[in-house]
């Protein structure tokens, strides 16, 4: 299946953040949401820190649901997982992924489900994280350490699919991407009639050269 992204963004994607970065998850973590990151290891990088986490208070520290947190410090690159919860650490989770390189990009798509956190890494499965904070108190993302990151999305899962793929296929958000080109022309399944609401979500170009306009 693949997915258009601009039917099912759910916020505004996020380009080139400073990092470290923390953003609000609008509506928090759902079962069915998904968060692509798209980046690049630095080049000497040690570790980086990706949290899906309880609000961002630093002192206490926020608990972290989900702390996926690559370690590139011996030859091979370790995927430690684990939640900090009250600011003690559960136990760690630990997987290698040799597809995480320093100095070269990636694309993490991290899809919510019910009992668990599925990871992907370049549409590959990496791993599963079981939740042990309940999903609906998570409404933030964190991203720190050795990363420099191009783009971040906030997508959901289609709900018509027949989910028979373990990960929809998606590309990332950029400007540039062939699907949110100009002029773009979608058709109103049900038409228009009194009280029905479109909403339509876009990025303007670095340098418009036109004014926009709707028909
Ligand atoms: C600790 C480390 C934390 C976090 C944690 C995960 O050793 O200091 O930053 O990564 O492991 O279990």
């Known amino acids: 299946m693949n997915m258009d992204p601009l039917t099912l963004l759910l916020q505004p994607p996020v380009h080139h953040p400073v990092i470290p970065y923390v953003c609000t998850i609008f509506g928090g973590l759902r079962p069915g949401k998904m968060i692509l990151v798209q980046g690049r290891v630095s080049g000497t990088a ?6 899906l986490q309880v609000g961002c208070s630093t002192r206490p520290r926020a608990d972290v649901a989900f702390h996926f947190n690559p370690r590139f410090s011996s030859s091979e690159t370790l995927v430690v997982c684990n939640t900090l919860t009250r600011e003690q650490w559960l136990h760690e989770d630990h997987h290698l992924c040799p597809q995480l390189r320093k100095g070269q990009p990636f694309l993490l798509l991290f899809l919510i489900l019910e009992d668990k956190i599925k990871v992907s890494i370049e549409g590959q499965h990496l791993l599963d994280y079981p939740n042990r ?6 409404d933030t993302l964190g991203i720190c350490g050795d990363v420099s990151v191009q783009g971040i999305s906030f997508l959901c899962r289609n709900p018509f699919s027949d989910g028979d793929t373990e990960y929809p296929l998606c590309q990332p958000l ?5 699907a949110m080109a100009t002029p773009l022309s979608k058709p109103l399944p049900n038409g228009i009639s009194d009280g ?3 909403t339509v979500r876009g990025l303007a170009s670095a340098s418009p050269d ?4 709707f028909a």
């Not at 040690?46 to 949290?51: E, L, Y």
């Not at 950029?174 to 062939?178: E, F, R, S, T």
């Not at 036109?210 to 306009?213: E, H, P, V």
């Open 46 to 51: 040690n570790r980086f820190s990706i949290d």
């Open 133 to 138: 904070l309940p999903l609906c108190d998570v």
């Open 174 to 178: 950029k400007l540039g991407n062939v």
């Open 196 to 198: 029905h609401m479109t």
């Open 210 to 213: 036109d004014s926009l306009q």
